[in-house]
């Protein structure tokens, strides 16, 4: 079974806009979802950063890598791609 991934992001310009987001998640002062609907730079910010189900290949390389390689439900980042900076939460990986 090839595999596929579910996962949320947030997308900012800066580096340190993203040190500053991720701190508020893991320090419990925010939500990722709300985070995602008033700082993010792509249109699944509405959603609270869903991207939906992907497989690998569909993402730039650099966020591929993290997805299919990252443990579930922690915040990863930044993720530095041609886009910006990124915070990546996988929530479910399958074909493992």
Do not use: W
Not at 23 to 46: M, N, V, Y
Not at 48 to 63: I, K, S
Not at 64 to 78: E, I, Y
């Amino acid at each position: 079974m090839p595999q596929k991934a579910r996962a949320r992001h947030i997308l900012v310009a800066a580096e340190k806009d993203c040190t500053d987001l991720k701190t508020q998640i893991e320090s419990g002062q925010a939500k990722f979802e709300d985070l995602a609907k008033t700082h993010s730079k792509c249109p699944s910010g509405r959603s609270g950063g869903d991207l939906g189900e992907f497989r690998p290949g569909q993402m730039v390389p650099e966020f591929d890598k993290v997805v299919f390689s990252a443990p579930l439900n922690a915040v990863q980042g930044p993720v530095k791609t041609q886009f910006g900076y990124h915070l990546i939460e996988v929530t479910m990986r399958s074909g493992d």
